[in-house]
């Protein structure tokens, strides 16, 4: 699915901004046909935002179940002739929209975009009443999984596995936008390079080759030439084709590198049978080739070594909503601590922010909302042990699901040069019989979808290399680790023995480039002590400066992303005090002590991994 843009031949208008909003207490709405009035309701709510921390309301804050946006939409008039369309970024976890009371999209998911034709229900320069509901609720047929109790006072409550706050509403940018009745509907470009690797980073030898493919849609789609135009930066034209699919040459390519950006744009036209412009939509794509050989992870053929956090999108009032300012806030930090990578845990991020890496040349390793299919976590967060592969969990409407989230994340991020890695779950059971079963059909459809992209998923602590029975399907092990913290406790002589054993053995067992993609210590931010007790400040730095020694002595570590960025909020639990505080900023971005730690070890590496001490 493209993203929505301005050009020659679009128009794009945002409907970010206030919306009339009722909460849904009773979950009559739809039944009640709430789309087909004015909702009667006093309050507001903001898109984007998660509505949970807006209201004085612990009734809203809790509530389980549908709530409703609406506003009034005037479509440009000089859209006569013209395809209307309304898209949605994202509605966590489902949504409903209505035009005028009619249904025109609905969708299951809450981190990926939708969108519908509406130009059946519109009139140009005349007006419509847009309606939206959207559902927080998460079930064992839902990316991520969840269920629903009933308190003996009536009580909905929902329940779900994973460590992070169940923040719901529109969170992401609502856009109506036109096309031609003949439109590019998909643009696919897969990028490399001939020449030394070594010398093409100065963009003075290498020819880059750019394999594209576009889909056209409208009754006389097929009928309509297509031609294509490579702009680089500068906007000149360094390359052009024509037809459907091929491959064009880059002579003295610049690449797309860790740390410099830099993106051309693929300009694709439908022309009329005069020649004369009918639709043109400009895809921006960085060359650059990524692999894995042996225990290294290349990027243009030179090893990289991976630097940076597991993030989250959350934020004081606003929590998963999108802001261009806090955004840009976070990559600032980013940058200042020596950061040259993140994971998008535990679903996909904003465009924006995909966007924001495209241009700065951040790396990105891209993981679906598949996180909680674990029946251990199950239990740890009080919602029944169960076997996890099985028709009372991880189903096969759970399987379905899955596959959806998958397909949806490499079709909206397949051409940013800056992911380079999909990750189909996060901390999974991978022991347990059925988990070969349910991964291997999701990993050969990964590589379907994107076979040109490293896949992984993220390795739980509790099935090392003794237990799993998953890991050889993927190109790269990604492993999330607590010696120290939920292991050998506040004990991190022990805890450097067990870490460094364990990443030997799976060097052994599968001989694979390794990534640890979480590895933390809960830190009360001011509390300090001589003696590197845990949650002071003091430890956090220790605890992870003794993982740095231990990646530095193990040839097979290419990467070191440290959880969390900043600290996150978090359901309601004894293990939690106002949120997990794993971060080296705190909530509100303040740096730890650990962050200048962190500062001092990355700040020199230039993609580099360190000797080993």
Known sequence: MLKPQDGPTRELVSL?????????????????GWQNARLDTALEMAVPASYNDVFAD??????????WYERDVRVPRGWAGERAWLRFESATHGAKA?????????????????????TEHVTPGGAFRLTVAVNNELT????????????????????????????AGIHRSISLYSTPAVYVEDVVVTTGFEGDPGAAGTGTIATGTVDYAVVVAGETAGLLPVRVRVLNASGAEVAAADGISGTVAIPDVELWQPGKGYLYSLVVEVVDLDGQVVDSYAQTFGVRTVEVRGTEFLINGEPFYFTGFGMHEDHVTIGKGHSHAQMVNDFSLLEWVGA??????HYPYSEEVMDYADRHGIVVIDETPAVGLNADFAGFFSTGAKKTYGPEFVSDETAAAHRQVIAELVARDKNHPSVVIWSIANEPQSSEQGA???????????????????IGFVNVMFDGPDKDVITDLFDVIMLNRYYGWYLNTGDLASAEKALEAELLAWTEKHGKPMIMTEYGADTMPGLHSLYEQP?????????LDMYHRVFDRVPAMVGEHVWNFADFATSNGIMRVDGNKKGAFTRDRRPKAAAHALRRRWAPLNNKKPQAR
Do not use: C
Not at 143 to 166: K, L, S, V
Not at 436 to 454: G, I, N, Q, S, V
Not at 535 to 543: K, L, R
């Open 16 to 32: 970010d901004g206030l919306f009339a909003f009722k909460v849904d207490s009773d979950n009559a709405g739809l039944r009640e």
């Open 58 to 67: 612990k009734a809203i804050r809790d509530h389980v179940g549908w709530v």
């Open 98 to 118: 209505f035009v005028d009371g009619v249904l025109v999209a609905e969708h299951q998911g809450g981190y990926t975009p939708f969108e519908a034709d509406i």
């Open 140 to 167: 064992q047929a839902t990316i991520p999984p969840g269920n629903i109790t009933e308190t003996e006072d009536g009580r909905r409550q929902q329940q779900y596995m994973h460590d992070f706050y169940n923040y």
């Open 340 to 345: 040259n990578s993140f994971r998008t845990s």
């Open 436 to 454: 070969r079963e349910y991964f291997e059909p999701l990993a050969r459809l990964t590589r379907e979808l994107d076979p040109t992209r490293p």
């Open 535 to 543: 949650w002071s400040e003091e430890y956090q730095s220790a605890f």
